[in-house]
């Protein structure tokens, strides 16, 4: 079997922590399969794939639409919609994405593949409109369509093709079968981690110290942190409300850890905005700015407490997963996909949605409560290798995998079946 996926971006953000836990489980459960990579940005993701050595080809998204709003921006129609979105005739982008498209054709008619897997909204759509109608196309969904219309119109038109979609929660299939209605197959795929590499190696604090420009904390100090993209749902402002409702008795600090990694236009933080939200909350030097970290696990592992604070529903939240896997208790917004990974009060602290009330008092807990740490941090832990270990993708992506194979394959026989039988009365009429 000869698979083809495509990814927008070359950075590595969650989205492409699974496409890579995808190519490395698959990879090695069915060593004769064909798996490569296209990449519509060039980034440390390429050399990623490599390391796995499964080849990575480029094809550089036009700049524009690179920079077209993927993950949600602070409009609420996203530049897809302000700038006439994808189809719009006669705009630049229209005919940067016509070109692009066919180029896409090219290199899939070179490639053969016998399946295309799109991962991230662009992606879905144009490999939806590239893809041979005999290969089939699995869209990794990541995101929530529903809150996307414009790019769920979009979707919904590319699907005029029969779509095969993997969600990365419930909540995430049940919105793309609101969306998509029957013109999809749509299932549940839980992402899962390497529980090698998000593991405890032993406290680190002195290295988080350090990575923030913050002089080393006194022993005992516990760290907590936010660990996330800068998109602008991911909760920095929440988080630092809930900090401004801690007191600066308490041992604790307080880091942000992550960067705007994603290029699209209007759907990042700042981090000058958010320093300047630090000084108008007097929190200096309680909190340090880590920048976006190529080994998550060394600063996950390093904290005490694993903070997930997403103003919007989360469709999944690796970051929950991640800091159980290392054994760090975790607090996390009770909402959308997040809420399906853990069980309050046991394997990690719920709170509800855009309240820093409750998210200050859950952190508050875990500071002066080492009891209530270790319990969730084992109890995390237990949950993260039952649930959420990644060997458990080998199996559930090769078999949709073949079975889509058989599907087509099925289906390719019967449309054969019918044409020899079309054939066989005319001679007979004949
Ligand atoms: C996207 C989602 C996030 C999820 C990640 C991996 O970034 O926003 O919730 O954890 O993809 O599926």
């Known amino acids: 079997m000869k698979i083809l996926f495509l990814n927008p971006v070359g950075t ?9 836990d995808v190519l490395a489980t698959v990879g090695s459960a069915r060593p004769n399969w064909q798996l490569s990579v ?15 050595g499964f080849s ?5 998204l036009p700049r524009g639409l690179a920079r077209m709003g993927d993950s949600g921006s602070r409009e609420t129609g996203s530049r897809w919609s302000r700038g006439g979105v994808l189809a719009a005739r006669g705009s630049v982008a229209a005919l940067a994405t016509a070109a692009y498209l066919s180029r896409l054709r090219r290199l899939i008619r070179a490639e053969t593949p016998d399946l295309i ?22 869209w990794h969904l990541h995101d929530y369509l529903g809150s996307r219309p414009v790019m769920a119109r979009l979707l919904r038109n590319s699907a005029g093709r029969r779509v095969n979609a993997v969600a990365v929660s419930q909540s995430v299939a049940a919105d793309a079968l609101r969306t998509l209605g029957d013109r999809a197959s749509v299932q549940t795929i839980y992402n899962a ?10 406290e680190d604090g002195a ?29 920095h402002h929440l988080f630092l409300d809930a900090i401004a409702r801690i007191s600066d008795k308490l041992p ?11 290029r699209s236009r209007g759907s990042q933080v700042e981090r000058d905005e958010l320093e300047e939200r630090v000084n108008v909350l007097g929190l200096g030097g309680r909190i340090g700015f880590v920048g976006h970290q190529a080994d998550p696990a060394r600063a996950i592992g390093a904290l005490d407490v694993v903070v997930h604070a997403s103003t919007r529903p989360e469709p999944f939240g690796r970051v929950i997963v991640e800091g159980m896997a290392c054994g760090r208790a975790v607090v996390a917004i009770q909402d959308g996909g997040a809420a399906e990974l853990f069980v309050n009060e046991v394997t990690a602290l719920g709170c509800p949605p855009r309240d820093a009330e409750s998210l200050g008092q859950a952190i508050r807990r875990l500071v002066v409560d080492p009891d209530l740490r270790r319990r969730l941090g084992l109890a995390g832990l237990e949950s993260a290798r039952q649930r959420f270990d990644r060997h458990r993708l080998a199996e559930q992506w090769s078999r949709l995998y073949e079975s889509i194979g058989m599907d087509q394959r099925a289906e390719a026989a019967n449309a054969l079946g019918q044409a020899n039988q079309a054939r066989g009365n005319e001679r007979s009429e004949a």
């Open 12 to 20: 590595i953000g969650g989205a492409e922590m699974c496409l890579l």
């Open 38 to 52: 296209v990449l519509g940005d060039d980034g440390p993701l390429r050399e990623a794939v490599e390391a796995l």
């Open 56 to 60: 990575c080809a480029l094809l550089l």
């Open 117 to 138: 897997q799109t991962n991230g909204m662009k992606a879905h759509v144009l490999g939806a409109w590239a893809a041979p109608r005999a290969v089939p196309v699995v």
């Open 193 to 202: 981690v390497d529980l090698e590499r998000f593991a405890f190696k032993g």
């Open 207 to 235: 290295w988080l110290d350090a990575a923030a420009g913050m002089p080393p904390a006194a022993p005992g100090t516990i760290r907590v942190g936010l660990v996330a993209t800068f998109a602008v749902w991911k909760g």
């Open 252 to 262: 604790c600090r307080f880091y942000i850890i992550g960067g705007p990694i994603y």
